[in-house]
Every structure is written in structure tokens, then in C-alpha cells.
């Protein structure tokens, strides 16, 4: 396997550093496809910030978290031997690098008592006072990647809410620290986007798959000749993950059209079987039973067109989407296959309905 270097992403990177050097006034939602290369670009960019930054990165993906001990445990890390005074010095005060880490770290007996503390406004009130700290030498910055994990948890109420209205309070109020929150679940930001206490609060920033001039540039780096790059691109257009898979492999038509079977496969199993089984989905808090026409009149809808306009946000899209088969736009109000391959996977299924 050979070691695929970043690639591009000047233009969003670009749009997130403009946003780092303001004073962190909103909640930047980052959102895209799955494997557009959000965690990605935002792990290469933390690399290139200037030291006067300090980052906590968290990532939730494959984190169980289902009660409030799980939440503290996933933000914050345990820094042995050090107390938090020595611990907040020690972030503020070294200049000759960027910090980075994977937890908000803290002294072990801080974690006990938050542990002991169980609540949420004991944990938000330290950690206004924690940024508060750094942000007297240094600028935090926030980032919590695949932030819908908790989307549903109730500890007291919703979570969510109130960890909107804590970053609400440390971007617009108080101007402490910036906050990213990434999500490849697009009915989490579907939500997110019409969520009226975010209005006016956030901002939407899409990690799309690779347009065709930085897809072909890519591909002119790892050496494809020009049929190879027509195959490339009319099966895997701009998605990241498979053009790398395809970096990989000798006969790339070959393994291109090995991928696009196994996921025809899989997507006529995940459709058809709605045809015997009388399927529910949890919709606005019911139980909804979904009908195989409407998944089908959906699906038609990519026959001649690569993503359109779509009214509303039908069971049978949650589904759709669920099964990541496909990604909604709500910011632009589109819904498409989640990629290329997915499309052409679609209209394999679609010819045999
Ligand atoms: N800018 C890039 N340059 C090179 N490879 C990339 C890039 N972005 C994504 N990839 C490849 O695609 C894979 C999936 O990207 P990832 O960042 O995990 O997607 P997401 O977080 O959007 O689901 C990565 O593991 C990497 O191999
Ligand atoms: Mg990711």
C-alpha cells in the first residue's frame, strides 16, 4: 500500500482559517458526504496552524457514549501528576509549538469531581473558566468531530441543547474560543440547520467530495494515464476514499467495476427487501412504515440527474439516507447519492425494478 499524501482542499482551508484568525463569533457546522474527507482536512489543518493556537480535537466516532460519566470521559483526559493550575500554565505558556490534543486535559482530582458533580452547568462553568485562561496568551479552538453520536442523548434533557447554548455562549457571547462540530449524518445537520436557537448562531461549511479539476489533478500525481483517469472519474468521480483505493490497484477498470457490483449488490438488497418486509422507521417521533414505491420514485429521480431539489424530508429519504445510500443538502436543498459509484449503483438497481 502506498502512503497517499493531503491533497488540496485549498479552498476550504482557506474559508476555515479566515474564520480561525476572526474572533470566534459562531458555531461552524462542518458537513459532506461520508468519505468526502472532513476528518481529514480538518487533521491536516491543525497541523499547519500557528503556535498562538491551541486545539482540542475530540472525535466521537465509535465512542459508546450513553450517560454522563461516558460524556466527561470522552472530553477530558486525566493529566497524572500535574494539578490543573500547572496544567493551564503549561498550555498557556508554551510558545514554541501548536498544541494539540485528543481530550481537554485535566488533574485527576478535577475529573473526580466532575465525575462526583453530575452536572452539566458544574462541567460548562469550568470549562468557560478553563478557555478563559488560555485564551488571556493563547486562541482555543474546539472541534468535535462526528458530534451526531450524542444527537439523541438525554441526560436531564437533551444534550444537544445544551451544549448548543454552552457554545453559543463561548463564540458569540463571550468571543472565547472557536467551535467546530463535524458530521457526515446529514439528517443530524438537517436538524441542526433548522434549529431555531442556532439561527443566526452557526455556519454551514461543506467538505464535498473533490470537483473534476482537483480530481484530475490528484490523479495526474499518483501517475494514471489518460484512459485510467476517464475510468477514475466516471466511477468514483471526486470521493476521496475510492480514488485512493484505485491508487492501489494494477487493473483499476477492473477493480472499479468489482466496486460499483458489490454496492449494486447491497443497494438491491437494502431496497428490495422492502418489497417483503413491512419496514418501520422512527420519523418525528413515530414509527413510520415505509413504502417500497416511494423509495422507488425517489431513486428514479436519479436517472437523468446526478442530485435534485427535494420538497421535504420523507420517511423514505431518512431511510435512504440511513442507509447511506444517500446525502441531503439541506443547506442547498438538494439530495444526492452519497457518491459517483453510489449514483451508477442506483441506476443499476433502478433497471431491474
Ligand atoms: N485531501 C485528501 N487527500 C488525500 N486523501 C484523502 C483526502 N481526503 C480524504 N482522503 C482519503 O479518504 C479517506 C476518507 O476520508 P475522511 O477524512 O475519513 O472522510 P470523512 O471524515 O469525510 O468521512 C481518508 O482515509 C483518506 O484515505
Ligand atoms: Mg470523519
Known amino acids: 500500500m502506498k502512503r497517499i499524501p493531503f491533497h488540496n482542499r485549498e479552498r476550504e482551508i482557506k474559508e476555515v482559517m ?26 491536516h489543518l491543525i497541523e ?25 470521559k470522552v472530553l477530558f483526559k486525566i493529566e497524572k501528576e ?34 462526583k458533580e453530575k452536572s452539566y452547568e458544574d462541567v460548562f462553568e469550568f470549562l468557560e473558566e478553563y478557555f478563559t485562561t488560555i485564551a488571556k496568551n493563547k486562541r482555543p479552538v474546539l472541534i468535535l468531530d462526528e458530534l451526531q453520536v450524542i444527537g439523541d442523548l438525554k441526560i436531564n434533557g437533551l444534550l444537544m441543547y445544551k451544549l448548543f447554548n454552552f457554545f453559543i455562549r463561548l463564540t458569540k457571547e463571550l468571543h472565547l474560543c472557536h467551535i467546530f462540530a463535524v458530521s457526515s449524518d446529514s439528517l443530524f445537520i438537517e436538524q441542526v440547520y433548522s434549529e431555531a436557537m442556532l439561527q443566526g448562531r452557526s455556519r454551514h461549511l461543506l467538505v464535498d467530495d473533490f470537483n473534476e479539476v482537483e480530481t484530475m489533478d490528484f490523479l495526474d500525481k499518483h501517475n494514471f494515464s489518460d484512459d485510467e483517469k476517464i475510468v477514475a472519474w466516471n466511477y468514483c468521480g471526486g470521493k476521496p476514499i475510492c480514488l485512493v483505493e484505485l491508487v492501489n490497484y494494477e487493473n483499476r477498470e477492473e477493480k472499479s467495476q468489482e466496486m460499483l457490483m458489490l454496492r449494486t449488490g447491497e443497494i438491491n438488497q437494502r431496497i428490495k427487501v422492502l418489497k417483503i418486509v413491512n419496514k418501520k422507521i422512527l420519523f418525528e417521533g413515530e414509527e ?32 435512504l ?25 442506483i441506476r443499476e438497481v433502478m433497471k431491474n425494478v
Open 82 to 115: 500535574k494539578n490543573n493550575k500547572e496544567i493551564l500554565k503549561t498550555i498557556s505558556e508554551i510558545s514554541a509549538e501548536t498544541l494539540k490534543f485528543s481530550g481537554i486535559p485535566v488533574a485527576e482530582s478535577i475529573m473526580n469531581a466532575l465525575f
Open 321 to 345: 439516507v440511513k442507509e447511506n445510500i444517500l446525502f441531503v443538502d439541506s443547506i442547498r436543498g438538494i439530495i444526492k447519492p452519497q457518491s459517483r459509484l453510489e449514483l451508477l449503483a
Open 48 to 72: 499547519q496552524l500557528p503556535e498562538e493556537y491551541v486545539v482540542f480535537y475530540i472525535n466521537l466516532r465509535g465512542r459508546f457514549i450513553s450517560d454522563y460519566r461516558d460524556f466527561i
Open 18 to 43: 479566515n474564520i480561525l484568525e476572526a474572533e470566534p463569533s459562531l458555531i461552524t457546522f462542518i458537513h459532506g458526504p461520508i468519505n468526502s474527507g472532513k476528518t481529514t482536512m480538518v487533521s
Open 288 to 319: 413510520i412504515e415505509l413504502k417500497y414505491e416511494n423509495v422507488i420514485k425517489i431513486l428514479d429521480g436519479f436517472s437523468d440527474e446526478a442530485s435534485y431539489a427535494y420538497e421535504m424530508i420523507t420517511p423514505e429519504i431518512a431511510y
